[in-house]
């Protein structure tokens, strides 16, 4: 089978126009200018962009987006007041409620076209905080959601231990915490069963943050755990965690990561809002990748990424939806670029053609917090995942190859998407996915049920 796309964005530009064969599987064989002989052809009347890589979620926080947005006059609402509705939510979703959740969740992730998620996954046990039968449940949940939706998963269990730094856990943390690095090792022995659910799931591990384990358990823990595996870590989110990080060990959260260490390609730093000058420097030449999640970090008011400086020092970068209060990605490279703007005064954050640059970044870093290999966005041996901007939107049919990106980026929305595919099959076509009506009953379902 071959697809005929009017272009297909590569890191070093458009084909156009594009033919794509795959396999049975939706692996790509070839690809061309032109068709190739003897296969049948679906035209595509669109353009291609590579999925979107979506590299920070918590799939749970879907079913409170939008209710933490009415602020009493007299109250301080700040993130830290944002949390404890966040428990709230932790506390009252079952199994099922929260698979039908992120199914839905990651439907609609597909609709704006992410077509992989790396689930920061830290709802482990019951109510009660009590384990599961099975300590991984909740994992398994989140896969059999991907699953369900169509998306491709990197399942990353968190060690969540502490309250705060040198603090023992509140109540509301309790179906987060493992005491024990034992604990957290026996939790990702056992996420690991949950990868055979799907032939396009993987896994990741992570520390929730410094405030959240004991920093002997945290050195402990990177003795005992794969060094070939992406591992993710939240630091200097906001800035009461660096001042009380600063009145707990003396160094600022990042600063502790880059002397305590061994920061490589492999560490997924996310939000790293809050860092002065030498911070930035070391992560930006240490390998490591910022996670950046702008909707949400917009959201809970926690400030600002340093990204012009950032990527001035070679810096790597990749997005996340986080507590999806956003899941356009087109909005979070928005964001990026506007804040830095409105910062600087000016209008050249990145040099040359800052769409291509935040695409191709985006994606690049993403497919390695997912722990996946890639050559380009399209190529032999890789799965056709794609999502297609209709060609006929009347910007969109109106540009040439030379700012075609930059007009898709910086004008779109899901509307622009005719639809979205993963291992060369349409999971989402006229803005709908293939199966929306089950995934939403079950998830409006769930939702009455919570309230």
């Known amino acids: 089978m071959q697809f005929r796309f009017n272009g297909l964005l590569q890191q070093e530009g458009w084909l156009e126009p594009a033919y794509v064969l795959v396999d049975q599987d939706g692996i790509i064989s070839a690809i061309s200018e032109k068709p190739f002989e003897g296969h049948g052809i679906e035209a595509v009347n669109g ?46 979703v079952d199994p099922d409620q929260a698979e039908a959740i992120a199914a839905m969740l990651y439907a609609e992730m597909l609709r704006h076209g992410y077509t992989h998620v790396a689930e920061f996954h830290y709802l482990h046990h019951n109510n009660d905080g009590i384990p599961y039968p099975n300590s991984a449940e909740m994992g398994f949940r989140m896969v059999r959601a991907a699953k369900t939706a169509g998306i491709g998963i990197t399942l990353i269990p968190v060690f969540y231990q ?16 493992n005491h024990t690095v034992d604990a957290y090792l ?3 022995q056992a996420s ?24 002997e358990s945290i050195l402990e823990l990177f003795e005992q755990m794969p060094t070939n595996l992406p591992f993710h870590i939240h630091a200097a989110e906001q800035l009461k965690e660096v001042s009380a990080s600063v009145a707990h060990s003396g160094l600022r959260p990042v600063q502790w990561l880059l002397e305590h260490l061994p920061i490589n390609r492999n560490f997924f730093i996310v ?9 930035l420097k070391g992560l930006a030449t240490s390998g490591a990748t910022v996670v950046l999640c702008p909707g949400t970090e917009g959201n809970l008011g926690d400030g600002i990424f340093r990204m012009k400086d950032y990527v001035r020092e070679g810096g790597q970068w990749c997005i996340g939806t986080d507590s999806h209060i956003s899941l356009n990605p087109m909005a979070e490279f928005r964001m990026i670029d506007y804040r830095q703007r409105l910062v600087s005064h000016r209008r050249n954050t990145f040099d040359g053609d800052a769409a291509q640059y935040m695409v191709n970044t985006a994606y690049r870093q993403g497919k390695a917090a997912m722990g996946i290999q890639h050559s380009n966005h399209f190529a032999p041996g890789q799965p056709l995942d794609a999502v297609v901007y209709d060609a006929d939107a009347p910007l969109i049919a109106t540009r040439n190859s030379n700012n075609r990106l930059s007009t898709l980026l910086y004008t779109s929305d899901a509307s622009g998407i005719s639809g979205t595919m993963v291992s060369g099959k349409w999971i989402v076509k006229n803005n709908k996915h293939i199966s929306c009506d089950t995934i939403r009953e079950k998830f409006l379902n769930a939702l009455a049920d919570l309230k």
Not at 47 to 65: E, I, K, T, Y
Not at 162 to 177: A, H
Not at 193 to 214: E, F, P, T, V
């Open 47 to 92: 353009f291609a962009l590579p999925g979107f890589q979506n590299a920070h979620s918590h799939a749970f926080q879907f079913a409170m987006a939008g209710e933490a947005e009415i602020h009493p006059a007299g109250i301080s609402d700040d993130f830290w007041t944002w949390r404890e509705a966040m428990y709230r939510c932790a506390l009252s």
């Open 162 to 177: 502490t309250g705060n730094f040198g603090v023992p856990p509140e109540s509301g943390q309790r179906r987060f915490i």
């Open 186 to 188: 026996q939790l990702f």
């Open 192 to 215: 690991k069963q949950a990868l055979s659910l799907y032939d396009k799931s993987y896994l990741a591990w992570s520390i929730h943050s410094l405030r959240a384990a004991r920093p």
């Open 271 to 279: 939000h790293a809002t809050h860092l002065d000058d030498v911070e």
